[in-house]
């Protein structure tokens, strides 16, 4: 069985679920997450999940057949300790899932059918703009210049410390429209003990979660 993080895992279940091709759009729209940075990389370089660029430039994940059998092998895994109460329930299920398959003799890739796509998005409707001019270029170069390499993970807290000329309004609208237009990758960070009170306060509600962190393009 191929050793992977809690976040991976769950990567797994979200693409199983699924069982389609998924664009990081898609599961920020739907679920408040993308499948990004080290757990994307981890989980191709397994060779559990593809991973290419779909029309409008987000990233595609879809498991592979070797995916789908790290699924059934993770249905009777131990859960993860110490990882609170969503871990232990996810595997009660996927339990009861293992369970069920082996009494009817179904396959689990068989269990699933895929879900529905959302619908094209509708011609975007022209609106008499309310924040300051240029604001969104210039969050592009503060990004460039608080990014160390092509797809750099950048903080919130940093990147307002840049437009400290813009207020936390304006900049949270920006925000939200490029991530509505999928120019912009937003995600909470994993290791939350390692968030300042700065970071907390910098940090943008979508999703029904704090993002503390941007990236561009995440993964080439």
């Known amino acids: 069985m191929v050793n992977l993080k809690p976040s991976q895992k769950a990567f797994l279940m979200l693409l199983m679920a699924e069982a389609r091709e998924v664009s990081n759009s898609e ?3 739907r679920y408040g ?6 757990d994307s990389r ?6 559990l999940v593809t991973r290419r660029k779909g029309a409008n430039g987000a990233l595609v994940h879809e498991l592979t057949d070797e995916g789908w059998a790290q699924c059934k092998r ?12 969503a871990f232990p329930a996810l595997h009660a299920l996927l339990g009861a899932v293992d369970r069920h ?10 269990m ?9 998005p509708r011609p975007a409707v022209k609106v008499k ?11 592009l170069a503060a990004y460039d210049r608080l990014s ?27 925000l939200m429209k490029m991530a509505v237009a999928r120019t912009i990758v937003l995600v909470p960070e994993e290791d939350q003990r390692t968030l300042t009170a700065a970071d907390h306060a910098a940090a943008i509600h979508i999703g029904g979660e704090d993002k503390h962190l941007l990236s561009i393009e995440a993964v080439a």
Not at 148 to 174: C, I, Q
């Open 101 to 110: 398959l082996s009494r009817s003799g179904v396959a689990l890739a068989d």
């Open 148 to 174: 160390d390499m092509p797809n750099a993970w950048v903080s919130l807290t940093d990147l307002r410390a840049e437009l400290a000329g813009d207020s936390f309004e304006d900049v949270n609208h920006v």
């Open 74 to 85: 993770e249905l009777g895994a131990e859960y993860v300790r110490g990882a609170g109460p």
């Open 27 to 29: 599961l920020l729209a």
């Open 33 to 38: 997450v993308a499948i990004a940075g080290a």
């Open 112 to 120: 699933f059918t895929a879900s529905t796509a959302p619908p094209a």
């Open 129 to 139: 703009p309310v924040v300051k001019r240029g604001l969104e270029k210039r969050l």
């Open 42 to 47: 981890a989980l191709v370089e397994a060779k």
